[in-house]
């Protein structure tokens, strides 16, 4: 999956935690999965996930059959046990930060510090290009071309993308760059300042790093991180009439369908097209 696929470390994750208790029961054989096998061990794991996440893992519960079906383990067609999962992604709003949250987030990191001006590089490659935090992780020190003020992004599937290096974000890494990293002899762009020095290990450094920005500013929000920033840079394109085929284009999402959920956050277009309730307020 990772060698051959290029898949996220947190769909491998998935798969860690699921596919060896599913052959665990049916005590490591798995020529025995059966339908019923699938569905019975999907249903008691799932009771507790979200629709998300429940059909994240029933993916990866399919991906791992069709391997045993390639493989000649199991009977063509096993993987068509788990129906698809219902979740209907566009009931709610993405939550997102106001212009006037994000300016804080942004102050709350002290570039007077080693460690302020490492968050506060993150936090503008987070919310001012839209980076994914798995796309942080994965930056190296090539990927920063000065001269052509612009940076390489590999983000899901190894699929790499080009992105402008503007003004704001340039300084910020510039600043960490000259007074901030640790002289190490690592590609990573983005290390750890404590002992011992390394790259970061997984994404969720980085989603720390930018919930620990957003609770400095003093914004309190169930739950937050990487991704709330970039959702963030989102709407704020959008707030500045960027077309939603643009922002597309900048967070790299291979459907536009993915964009178009952006859509529901200008409240004044929707005001436009909304229609009264047949029959009255009343009614």
């Known amino acids: 999956?990772?060698?051959?696929?290029?898949?996220?470390?947190?769909?491998?994750?998935?798969?860690?935690?699921?596919?060896?208790?599913?052959?665990?029961?049916?005590s490591g054989d798995a020529?025995?999965?059966?339908?019923?096998?699938?569905?019975a061990f999907f249903i008691e794991r799932s009771k507790t996930l979200s629709a998300g996440y429940a059909s994240n893992v029933a993916n990866a519960i399919r991906v791992f059959v069709r391997y045993l079906i390639a493989e000649g383990i199991a009977a063509p067609g096993l993987d068509n046990a788990l129906p698809p999962i219902?979740?209907?992604?566009?009931?709610?709003?993405?939550r997102f930060l106001q212009s006037s949250d994000i300016e804080r987030v942004i102050a709350a990191c002290d570039c007077s510090t080693k460690q302020g001006l490492r968050d506060r590089a993150i936090v503008l490659l987070l919310v001012r290009l839209g980076l994914r935090a798995s796309d942080i992780l994965r930056l190296r020190l090539q990927d920063l071309d000065w001269n052509d003020a612009s940076i390489r992004v590999c983000g899901k599937g190894r699929r790499e993308?080009?992105?402008?290096?503007?003004?704001?974000?340039?300084?910020?890494?510039?600043?960490?760059?000259q007074s901030g990293r640790p002289p190490v002899q690592v590609q990573a762009l983005f290390v750890r300042l404590t002992t011992p020095i390394q790259p970061?290990?997984?994404?969720?450094?980085?989603?720390?790093?930018?919930s620990a920005a957003i609770r400095r500013a003093g914004i309190r929000l169930p739950r937050c991180g990487a991704h709330i920033l970039?959702?963030?840079?989102?709407?704020?394109?959008l707030r500045h009439g960027v077309s939603l085929q643009e922002i597309g284009s900048v967070l790299r999402h291979q459907s536009f369908d993915t964009t178009f959920h952006y859509a529901k956050v200008d409240r004044t277009l929707l005001r436009l097209v909304v229609q009264p309730w047949p029959g009255g307020a009343n009614s």
């Open 1 to 26: 999956m990772l060698n051959h696929r290029g898949v996220m470390q947190s769909t491998l994750r998935i798969y860690d935690r699921f596919i060896p208790p599913l052959l665990e029961s049916v």
């Open 31 to 39: 020529s025995c999965i059966t339908a019923g096998t699938l569905r």
């Open 86 to 94: 219902p979740d209907w992604t566009d009931r709610s709003l993405p």
């Open 161 to 177: 993308a080009r992105l402008p290096l503007t003004q704001e974000v340039g300084d910020a890494v510039l600043s960490y760059l």
């Open 200 to 210: 970061f290990a997984d994404s969720s450094a980085i989603s720390g790093i930018a």
């Open 230 to 237: 970039r959702h963030s840079a989102a709407t704020e394109m």
